[in-house]
Every structure is written in structure tokens, then in C-alpha cells.
């Protein structure tokens, strides 16, 4: 199968090209530098060089595939404007380029459960639309979730909540390295209810996503269906690192203020960051966790990552890495 896979330089879209080299797709990258990516290459992978500003880089990737695996966009930025800027318009550009082709090849857009808002304690969220977005890059998610309806091409959205796993920088890394010094960071008092997913399980139901009959023109949640909570989460790490840490509950004034320096200090210098005063309203909410039975039904999709061997998996990693 021809298939387009944007982001693959990154941490999900790596894996998710590791799986299609796996069961023989011939694989195209639309990347952003050639010297980035010429790990890719070796493999066999194709390379356009573009980013999701090119609209002809992102034609020349399109043409001619049959499933366009949408992964690319931003995770933080000092602006709105900025992350509307990748993860809406970027996302219509790649739509319309599909759009554009004599057999509109199938999209699947790598969206996130930050579209859909928080859940309830105790009530796991399902795409239903009843969706409330609290921070600027959920906002733009979901803008470009909705760019996708009003162009005739076949899509399939996932949201899948934090992911973690071998080579993931941004997640869980952090956590592992401050059980390393004996400490236990959590937003207020680590009751916050999470759902997570492993990236090799990730990069199935994208997979799956793509092949599937009964998921076009469909929202999904993608995520493990064990739940846990922050200390939880925390005490699982410590546990792997064979730690005893102590625990820094982090109060919503601290971590304002931690927050705004960091913004601020990104803003100064033009770079971006995912640590804007903005993620505040993400870190305190009661729950952030997803229902995926019915992706699950839908496609036949089973993750297999609990936490505790998901945790082993992503520590024993980082230790052959000398991450942590």
C-alpha cells in the first residue's frame, strides 16, 4: 500500500513508520529538512521535503497514495495564532491535497484527547461532540478536526491522551528523571484521574485507522482503558527506578507563576514551548481519560501496553540510552 505518513521524524510518527515498513507499505515522508531525515531514506522511505505551510511539497507527498496518516503539527507555541497556524490550517492543506486526487486517499489525522476538554471523575469521555477544549493547543486541534468535514475526502480521527514510550522526550521522561533524585512532582494533590497509551499501541490503531471499514467520517479515543491517577502514575515510576521518592505536590499558584516565567522566557527568546501559563487549566482539571471501546469494536484493536509493563518497557530504555 502507498501511504503518506507527516511527522515522521517525530516521536509517534517514528514508530508509526516502523510499523507500515514492518508489513511492507511504501512509505513517503513529507519533512521539513532531507538531512533530518535521512535515517528514513536508508529504510527505503521516500522524502518531500515541505512543511505544512508548502501546499505544493504537500501535493507532491499526496499524490498517488492511498491512506495520507496525518501526524504532524505543533505541541506549544507562544500564541494562539501559532498553533492555529500548524494544527488548523496545516491540517486543511493536507485535506485539500487529498481532496484534490482523482481517488481522495483515506485521512487519518493524529489529533488528541486535549480537543475533546476534560472528563468527569469517574466518567471516562467518548467522542459524542460534546467537546471543551481549555488550553490554545486543544483549541487548535479541534479546529482542525473540524476543517476536515466540509472536504469531500474519507477521514478518520484519533485522539489519543499522553502518550509515552521508547524514545519520547516530552511525556514521561521528565517524571523518570525526578524519581532518579528521589522526588515526586504532581499538580496539586495527584488525584487527577489520566488515561494513557503506550506509542507501539499508538502506532496500531493508527494502523488500524487507516484500514478499517466502519470508522470513516468518525471521532475516536485511543488510549489503554486501565486508568490511574497521578501519584499512581508517579509511584509506578519510582518503583521501576527502585526509588523511594518524595512526593512535591505542586500548588495551581506555583505552577502559574513556574509557567509564566517559562512562557515568557520562550517568548524572549522566539522559541517554542509546551510550558505557557495556558497549560495551567490542563494540569488541575479533575480527570483527563477517555472510553475506547468503541474503536476497539470498531476495528478489532486491543492495546497490550498496561502501565506497570509500559513503564518497565519506556525505564529500561532510557537506561540503555543513558537518558536517565
Not at 502507498?2 to 508489513?23: K, Q, S
Not at 486526487?101 to 459524542?128: F, H
Not at 512535591?248 to 527568546?269: C, D, F, N, S, Y
Request: proline letters at 5%; charged letters at 20%.
Amino acid at each position: 500500500m502507498n501511504v503518506l505518513v507527516t511527522g515522521a521524524t517525530g516521536f509517534v510518527g517514528g514508530h508509526l513508520v516502523d510499523r507500515l515498513l514492518e508489513r511492507g507499505d511504501t512509505v513517503t515522508a513529507l519533512v521539513r529538512s532531507s538531512a533530518g531525515a535521512m535515517s528514513l531514506a536508508e529504510r527505503g522511505v521516500r522524502l518531500v521535503v515541505g512543511d505544512l505551510a508548502a501546499t505544493k511539497a504537500i501535493a507532491e507527498a499526496v499524490r498517488g497514495q492511498q491512506v495520507v496518516y496525518h501526524v504532524a503539527g505543533l505541541l506549544g507555541a507562544a500564541s494562539e495564532a501559532d498553533l492555529m497556524a500548524a494544527n488548523r490550517d496545516g491540517t486543511r492543506r493536507v485535506a485539500e491535497a487529498c481532496a484534490a486526487e482523482a481517488a481522495a486517499p483515506r485521512l487519518v489525522l493524529i489529533s488528541s484527547m486535549a480537543a475533546g476538554g476534560p472528563a468527569r471523575r469517574g466518567t471516562p469521555k467518548v467522542a459524542d461532540g460534546d467537546d471543551h477544549p481549555v488550553t490554545m493547543y486543544g483549541r487548535s486541534k479541534l479546529a482542525g478536526e473540524r476543517e476536515l468535514a466540509a472536504l469531500s475526502v474519507p477521514w478518520t480521527v484519533v485522539r489519543p491522551p499522553v502518550v509515552y514510550g521508547p524514545r519520547d522526550r516530552e511525556g514521561l521522561l521528565p517524571l523518570f528523571m525526578a524519581a532518579r533524585w528521589g522526588l515526586a512532582p504532581m499538580f496539586g494533590d495527584g488525584s487527577m484521574e489520566i488515561s494513557l497509551i503506550h506509542v507501539a499501541d499508538l502506532a496500531d490503531a493508527i494502523v488500524a485507522a487507516g484500514s478499517a471499514a466502519d470508522v470513516v467520517g468518525e471521532v475516536f479515543y485511543v488510549n489503554h482503558p486501565e486508568i490511574t491517577t497521578g501519584a499512581d502514575l508517579m509511584r509506578g515510576i519510582a518503583l521501576q527506578m527502585q526509588r523511594s521518592v518524595l512526593r512535591l505536590p505542586i500548588p495551581k499558584w506555583a505552577a502559574r507563576i513556574a509557567l509564566t516565567i517559562t512562557g515568557t522566557w520562550a517568548e524572549v527568546r522566539h522559541r517554542r514551548t509546551i510550558l505557557h501559563p495556558d497549560k495551567v487549566h490542563e494540569f488541575y482539571q479533575a480527570a483527563w481519560t477517555a472510553d475506547p471501546s468503541p474503536f476497539m469494536r470498531a476495528t478489532g484493536w486491543q492495546p497490550t501496553w498496561n502501565l506497570e509493563r509500559g513503564i518497565a518497557d519506556t525505564g529500561a530504555w532510557y537506561r540503555a540510552e543513558r537518558w536517565i
